[in-house]
């Protein structure tokens, strides 16, 4: 069956680090990617998405790249922010199935 | 433009009591999940609505049940809780003819005593 598996977290960094979570998946035929992010006391909302192999999704300085090859779409930023701080989850469907979301990474961004 | 809303926000109940959580949508869209969200377990499915009419387990369905009022409307109800489905729920729509991306209600906080 279809799973996604991310790196555990918590992940704690400074202000203006660089950041990278990894997010690699299982599935069957072509499976859409995405990463949400859940703020404090709110539902999930998408960050961004890839919808086929070698596609770049990018929103608010985060990037993610549908890598085949390696069956990865890890999440990267180069500046972060405190306003950052969150839990982000990895996420795939393919063809009708239901969304499948990883475990969350949360993230810690201190000034 | 409310999206997806959920109610109630906050609810306490004693083991062995019903309840039912209400999620409705003003987006047109066909189908509906209903989640819940456990430290270190991510997003779990419970059930799930393809289309008005129709509904189907997910990964986690047990001590649930689900009803598709209408195109708008999906409900949860837990008939007897127990300790085990304290939990946020999470309900969720995605439209007919998009890529797959989930629209999320703001969560519903469930303690069962």
């Known amino acids: 069956g279809n799973s996604v598996t991310q790196m555990e977290g918590p992940v704690t960094l400074s202000e203006e680090a660089f950041l990278t979570i990894n997010c690699t998946y299982t599935a069957t035929g072509y499976p859409s990617l995405f990463w949400y992010v859940q703020y404090p006391g709110e539902g999930l909302q998408l960050l961004l998405k890839a919808t086929k192999a070698d596609d770049k999704g990018s929103n608010k300085g985060f990037e993610a790249t549908y890598r085949k090859e390696t069956t990865s779409f890890h999440l990267e930023k180069g500046s972060v922010q405190v306003s950052d701080s969150a839990v982000y989850f990895c996420a795939l469907n393919s063809g009708n199935t239901p969304l499948v979301f990883g475990k969350g990474t949360r993230l810690s961004v201190i000034a | 433009n409310a999206g997806v809303t959920q109610t109630p926000k906050f609810q306490v109940l004693k083991t062995g009591q019903s309840m039912t959580l209400q999620c409705a949508q003003d987006?047109?869209?066909?189908?509906m999940y209903w989640y819940r969200q456990d430290p270190g377990m991510g997003l779990r499915l419970i059930y799930y609505s393809a289309s008005e009419g129709t509904t189907d387990k997910g990964e986690v369905p047990n001590g649930y049940n689900v009803s598709r009022l209408n195109k708008r409307e999906f409900s949860l109800r837990l008939e007897s809780a127990a300790p085990s489905q304290t939990s946020v729920y999470f309900c969720a729509t995605v439209g007919l003819y998009s890529t797959g991306e989930l629209f999320f209600g703001e969560g519903s906080r469930l303690t069962v005593l």
């Open positions: 987006m047109n869209h066909n189908s």
